[in-house]
């Protein structure tokens, strides 16, 4: 062992007359340990938040949008989705319509998003039709209800609607249930000698998805792409060509490529892009809680820095003896700044392993429980990262060091012949 690691480790241990710089160095280590912990603990909670929103984001949505700059549709879309889905990284395409209508049920109106899909394509970019938790999509995939023969003449009217699945949030603002059948009202409507009259179409709730997204539950609404066509008044024209990708991080590199194969008047919109004020919000929420957390490392570097000040004003006389048989200045500051910095990597040490126990078993056993009507999830996702742990005790450490720097600096001032003049 070094001649300062020696010394720094043996004034630790040793018993001090001043029983209060034990204490302090003791406070020293647990608040390092608190503040380390507490890190990881909120990192891993913030990752699992941000792994939980972007698993469900995706799930929700396509990885890249394909459409045309001028918004006037694109016509021939069957042979361009065959030759895109055939480009590198493109796992599966799909076609939509999006357009914003007014679906009313008696005296209830909301504004909603109309999405025009072809069921099975739309199952290969997105899972909203896997979330369909009362009725079923399955009569999007057919031009007729499922039901069996109609037993009057009103269920052969309601089986003759066209089909259409709702986000829960809006089926309860709307009071409407599945077998519930609405009034759809589109914007672009017919030219008359009256003027441009509102188009409308009743359409038949047949099932009612949840996706765990505000925005998507309580304003989207999915019905067969034909029926979309019919009610915008479209001939064989999709919006969007909707792809997923292999690799969700090469998305706006993979759109781009798209745009190129697609030709002149395309551009694209990637989830990053879509998603873009979400995930800075994050990411701002993670900085914040670093650096207020990290105030409690701070907090305990303080108390370094007052343990190593009364240490060294403890051993001025054991200083001047080291000074006297021939310790260098250099290794006298060495040996405060050991003495600190140990005390940094203990609590560190303890708590990296009382951080990332907890977040584990949290995790794993789903400790805190929150409301799924309110959260979309019935418990707080724990996510530990390895590299935040290197980070944290990186920055510990480094603070402790820094705290260090002024006591060691005092310690290497000491005079020999002042120290023992009265000895």
Do not use: C
């Amino acid at each position: 062992m070094r001649f300062e690691l020696f010394i720094a480790t043996r004034y630790l241990r040793a018993k001090r007359r001043q029983a209060v710089i034990g204490v302090i160095t003791a406070i020293s280590i647990v608040g390092v340990a608190a503040g380390v912990a507490s890190l990881i603990i909120a990192l891993a909670i913030n990752n699992g938040f941000r792994s939980d929103l972007q698993a469900r984001l995706l799930g929700s949505m396509s990885h890249i949008n394909l459409m045309r700059v001028q918004n006037d549709g694109i016509r021939n879309w069957q042979e361009l989705l065959a030759r895109l889905t055939k480009q590198p990284h493109i796992v599966a395409g799909a076609p939509a319509i999006y357009e914003e209508v007014l679906i009313s049920r008696g005296a209830r109106a909301q504004g909603a998003l109309l999405k025009g899909i072809l069921p099975a394509d739309e199952r290969k970019v997105s899972d909203l039709l896997d979330n369909v938790k009362f009725g079923s999509a399955d009569p999007l995939a057919s031009d007729k209800n499922s039901e069996g023969p109609p037993k009057t003449l009103a269920d052969q009217v309601t089986q003759s609607l066209p089909p259409l699945v709702l986000g829960k949030d809006m089926a309860d603002s709307l009071g409407a249930t599945v077998g519930s059948v609405v009034l759809v009202t589109s914007p672009q409507g017919e030219l008359t000698p009256f003027g441009i009259v509102p188009k409308y179409q009743r359409f038949k709730v047949v099932g009612i998805f949840e996706s765990g997204f505000y925005d998507y539950d309580s304003s989207w609404g999915l019905t067969r792409l034909s029926d979309a066509q019919q009610l915008f008044g479209l001939n064989d024209v999709v919006a969007v060509l909707e792809f997923k990708v292999d690799d969700i991080y090469q998305a706006p590199v993979i759109a781009q490529e798209l745009e190129k194969v697609a030709g002149q008047g395309f551009g694209s919109k990637n989830w990053m892009e879509q998603n873009q004020a979400l995930f800075r919000a994050l990411r701002l929420e993670k900085v914040v809680t670093f650096i207020t957390i990290g105030l409690i490392v701070f907090v305990a570097a303080l108390n370094i820095l007052i343990s190593l000040i009364m240490m060294v004003m403890e051993k001025t006389k054991d200083i001047a003896v080291l000074v006297s048989i021939g310790a260098r200045r250099q290794q006298i500051r060495r040996i405060f700044m050991l003495q600190g910095v140990l005390v940094g990597l203990i609590g560190t040490l303890i708590g990296l392993v009382l951080g990332f126990g907890l977040a584990i078993a949290a995790g794993h056993y789903h400790w805190i429980r929150l409301s799924a009507e309110v959260y979309s999830i019935d418990y707080v996702p724990f996510a530990p990262r390895l590299i935040d742990g290197i980070i944290v005790a990186l920055v510990s450490v480094a603070i402790s060091f820094i705290a260090t720097i002024y006591p060691a600096m005092n310690a290497s001032r000491v005079l020999p012949a002042e120290a023992l003049r009265y000895e």
